[in-house]
């Protein structure tokens, strides 16, 4: 009963205005800026995936998908950096969104996967690595 006057948080308020897919592009555009190199981009990319590997149908689904090989990300997640999971990188950003989802857990799991999936394809990796042909042409 008290629920119904429990007000709704930033992140609930923007997925439910405009839905998962376009609220995880402005999430994902914050979070890019956070990630000062692509060496850095790809170490968050690989936690990411580790953690997604271990969690829910969905999740899994999407590391399984992700076109990045289990043996890449195995044990990224005891691999830490501070320029990823120090107090102001980006993992405690995505962590604080995500926690304002928590009540649902599969919302939140899309919700973060999306933003990994923007990020890879943001920065060329897994299945958005382009290709080089042997024309010399790039291809995805």
């Known amino acids: 009963m008290f629920k119904l006057f429990r007000k709704k ?25 956070k990630l000062a190199s692509s060496e850095i981009a790809y170490q968050f990319i690989l936690e990411e995936i580790e953690a997604a590997s271990m969690g ?9 998908k992700s076109g990045i090989h289990p043996e890449q990300y195995w044990s990224a997640l005891s691999n830490a950096m501070p320029e990823v999971d120090g107090p102001d990188g980006p993992q405690q950003l995505l ?11 599969a919302l939140m799991a899309e919700f973060r996967c999306s933003i990994d999936d923007k990020i890879m394809q943001k920065f060329g990796f897994g299945k958005y690595e382009k290709k080089v042909i042997a024309t010399g042409i790039s291809a995805q």
Do not use: H, I, P
């Open 95 to 105: 962590l604080l969104w995500c926690l304002q989802l928590a009540k649902n857990q």
């Open 9 to 33: 948080s930033q992140v609930e308020v923007l997925v439910e205005k405009r839905g998962v897919e376009r609220a995880t592009d402005y999430f994902a555009d914050m979070l890019v800026g």
């Open 56 to 64: 829910d149908t969905a999740s899994k689904r999407f590391a399984a």
